[in-house]
């Protein structure tokens, strides 16, 4: 009863997603799926917030937005947009090291990167010939410095780890005239404007964004992601309950046109995902619930994109999650289908916070033990139950992940298995130990017996894999 149930959840999730795409087919092109299936392998992702806002401690972008949930501790907003918006011209991350990343999100087990080379406040962190509101222009002090196209570094940094390389652009820019026009009031993150009204002049700030996604797609080399942020701007057809107040009182629809992008972007990149996020379609390769793990499977590819800290950009003393927790929500993100995308925002100064590097070397040190349960594998029923995450390899493994309790370092005797069908009892691994635990049946179901030699020298405090067939 319980798999017929999900079976129907699945179908209504189905059927909901189909009717959200009336005027837009799924992906249907066989390279763009296998490409999709290629990265549900990867599973780990490294995301980073970065700009001039860093040197504020403020949140990315957000605090110039008009919209009254946004606070600037009292400040005048003209006068606090007018102080943002020169940041640039103090921005100098000397410690920088590109290749220092690369490093740890290779120790990590990360086997995938996503950079913002552009938010919604505009500042182009790559070299970009659209503005001179870049990292590169000589009215940043950090264009002096031989790493100053920071994006192009990064690059080159994580393709030397053999990374996916992914590249986050905001399709709003607030720093536009042809989208922020200065003429009018700007009371929320829309265009102040109304395009119908002025089509020519909403269709400059169409070609510019175009133009700008253009340069990404061709002066860094092989990309592998189109990370495209904004769901505020997208065609009429693809409202939702969910993305219809983004657009404000006013309404007014922003379409970009994405099959004149996504065409050039893969003229140029072939069979690169494309990920416009919440604008559900041919040109959303995969979903990205933000901050949240969904409570079950879902019927499509997604990945939870999530920051290390409470802001996704740096602030001083923030509260980063411990090793723990991470490793706990990678686990359940897993067994559930989904990519985890974890983001670190650097310092002003280009470096990393100790407490962000301890969680990576963290996680890095579990993920050497038991990446097998997490790197290729695909969901398998019961997915989850209590503390306990399922994954299943190709090879036909079925991992039971168990989640120990924070600050614990033991293991209950009997670990039982709702759920789980047709597994060969007997013995089986615990991945990290030489050390045997059971697989026995009784008429409750599945239990795994835990020797007490295991019980007392766990292979690692955070969670235990056991494998089975």
């Known amino acids: 009863m319980k798999k017929i149930h999900f079976l129907l959840l699945a179908l209504l999730f189905s059927f909901v997603s189909m009717q959200a795409q009336t005027e837009q087919d799924f992906e249907t092109d066989p390279q763009i799926l296998q490409k999709i299936d290629e990265w549900q392998d990867l599973k780990f992702g490294f995301m980073m917030h970065w700009g001039p806002y860093s040197q504020w401690g403020v949140v990315e972008s957000w605090s110039i937005c008009n919209e009254p949930w946004i606070s600037r501790g009292g400040a005048n907003y003209v006068d606090y947009v007018a102080r943002y918006k020169v940041l640039n011209k103090t921005f100098n991350p000397t410690k920088f090291d590109p290749d220092a990343w690369a490093g740890l999100a290779e120790q990590a087990g990360m086997k995938y990167v996503v950079f913002t080379t552009k938010h919604h406040d505009g500042f182009c962190m790559y070299n970009s010939k659209e503005t001179s509101y870049t990292i590169t222009d000589p009215s940043c002090p950090f264009s002096a410095n031989p790493k100053a196209d920071i994006t192009g570094e990064i690059v080159k940094s994580f393709n030397a780890k053999k990374f996916w390389i992914g590249l986050y652009f905001s399709k709003p820019d607030w720093n536009n005239t042809d989208y922020w026009a200065p003429e009018w009031a700007t009371p929320d993150r829309n265009v102040n404007y109304d395009p119908k009204e002025h089509p020519e002049r909403f269709q ?59 065409k050039m972007a893969r003229g140029h990149q072939g069979n690169m995902l494309i990920v416009d996020r919440s604008v559900h379609g041919k040109y959303e390769n995969y979903r990205t619930p933000e901050q949240q793990v969904p409570d079950t499977l879902l019927p499509y590819p997604w990945e939870t994109c999530m920051s290390m800290g409470d802001s996704w950009s740096y602030v001083p003393n923030d509260n980063y999650k411990s090793t723990t927790k991470l490793i706990h929500l990678l686990s359940d993100i897993v067994a559930k289908g989904g990519n985890f995308l974890l983001n670190v925002g650097p310092a002003p100064d280009g470096s990393l916070h100790p407490d962000a590097i301890d969680r990576m070397q963290g996680i890095g040190a579990w993920m050497q033990v038991n990446g097998n349960a997490i790197y290729s594998t695909r969901p398998v029923y019961p997915y989850s139950f209590e503390n306990v995450r399922f994954t299943k390899t190709k090879s036909g493994k079925t991992n039971a992940i168990y989640l120990v309790a924070e600050g614990s370092n033991t293991l209950p005797a009997v670990i039982r298995l709702t759920g789980l069908e047709k597994a060969k009892t007997g013995s089986i691994s615990v991945l990290g130990s030489k050390t045997k635990a059971s697989l026995k049946k009784d008429k409750e179901g599945y239990y795994i017996e835990v020797p007490a030699s295991l019980r007392k020298k766990l292979p690692n405090a955070h969670a235990v894999v056991f494998q089975m067939d």
């Open 204 to 262: 400059k700030f169409v070609d510019f964004t175009y133009r700008q996604i253009e340069e990404l797609m061709t002066q860094y080399g092989k990309v592998d992601i189109l990370w495209l942020d904004g769901g505020w701007i997208r065609p009429e057809w693809s409202l939702t309950e969910e993305s219809t107040p983004w657009i404000g009182c006013q309404g007014w629809i922003q379409d970009v046109n994405m099959p004149k992008i996504a």
